[in-house]
């Protein structure tokens, strides 16, 4: 998955610009910034798991209800 979201990252990077005028400090961004997207959506999904997993189901019908 990683490697998939690895690929789609660089040829998006890559679009309009000249693979001549990205140096390594420019990937270095790249790479930071992705990382640090998949860092917030990853605890933001964690968070949202823990809320609805300590959030008890209904007696009636036994479905945990979201909570926002």
């Known amino acids: 998955?990683?490697?998939?979201?690895g690929t789609?990252?660089?040829?998006?990077?890559?679009?309009?610009?000249?693979?001549q005028q990205l140096d390594f400090?420019?990937?270095e961004r790249v790479?930071?910034?992705l990382v640090e997207g998949l860092a917030v959506?990853?605890?933001?999904?964690?968070?949202?798991y823990r809320t609805?997993?300590?959030v008890p189901p209904c007696h009636q019908?036994?479905?945990v209800a979201t909570v926002d």
């Open 1 to 5: 998955m990683a490697s998939r979201w």
């Open 8 to 19: 789609i990252a660089a040829q998006r990077t890559a679009e309009g610009v000249d693979a």
């Open 52 to 54: 609805v997993a300590t």
């Open 25 to 27: 400090a420019d990937m």
């Open 41 to 48: 959506v990853m605890l933001t999904a964690r968070v949202q």
């Open 61 to 63: 019908c036994g479905t």
């Open 31 to 33: 790479a930071a910034a």
